[in-house]
């Protein structure tokens, strides 16, 4: 069974420009999520869609945003991108609130 | 104060060593999570527990819910098993967003 899909893998940016990122679920898993891991933050929480709804979203401005498709896939896109976005983005999926969740390789997006 | 408290930061562990990772929150939750993440970023979910003790292979995580606290546990350690070990609170509500997640512990183990 396939895993949890992100592309691309690695991508540089200038600042000012937008970047979209992608993400195919585990097939089934309507739960998807984004989160963002920085050398000084760690790990923060940036949006939460289930069966194509907005559940919940993180602490960021709203230069970030996110949705997801019928079939489950999810992009998140980040617009006037600044050199503080450089991060590694991750994607996970489950079946649903409470199931173990699976994570993706990541995108890592490098602004200059 | 973080929500979610790991210690220690870094870990060095000869090959063969019993390792403890300790992880300490104060939110309520409904589950606790731990992450094992390798160079290169992917991240793969060891366990979720939210009473307890479960064990997979040579790890085991126990988590007390009174006094906020969860370890993970590793026994005869291998150096395949230097990784970023994250612990996350899963905040009420059952929902991946409700994550909150410690700052890991680096582990490396020599053999």
């Known amino acids: 069974k396939a895993g949890v899909t992100q592309t691309p893998r690695y991508l540089i940016k200038t600042r000012g420009q937008q970047v979209t990122l992608s993400c195919s679920p585990i097939s089934g898993h309507r739960s998807v999520s984004w989160y963002q891991q920085t050398p000084g933050q760690g790990l923060q929480f940036l949006f939460e869609?289930?069966?194509?709804?907005?559940?919940n979203k993180g602490n960021f401005p709203g230069r970030f945003s996110g949705r997801q498709f019928s079939n489950s896939r999810s992009e998140m896109n980040v617009s006037t991108l600044e050199l503080g976005d450089s991060a590694l983005y991750l994607c996970?999926?489950?079946f649903g609130p409470g199931d173990t969740i699976y994570f993706g390789e990541g995108s890592w997006l490098t602004v200059v | 104060k973080n929500e979610v408290e790991q210690s220690p930061q870094n870990l060095t562990a000869q090959e063969g060593e019993f390792i403890t990772i300790n992880c300490s929150y104060s939110v309520g939750i409904s589950a606790l999570h731990w992450l094992q993440q390798h160079p290169g970023g992917g991240i793969v979910s060891l366990f979720m527990l939210s009473s307890g003790k479960k064990k997979h292979g040579r790890l085991i995580a126990t988590i007390n819910i009174q006094e906020k606290h969860s370890s993970l546990h590793i026994t005869a350690s291998h150096p395949r098993d230097s990784a970023v070990y994250i612990c996350?609170?899963?905040?009420?509500?059952?929902?991946?967003?409700?994550?909150?997640f410690g700052k890991g512990t680096k582990l490396s183990v020599k053999p």
């Open positions: 996970a999926s489950s």
């Open positions: 869609y289930f069966s194509e709804t907005q559940r």
């Open positions: 996350a609170a899963e905040a009420y509500g059952g929902s991946q967003g409700n994550l909150i």
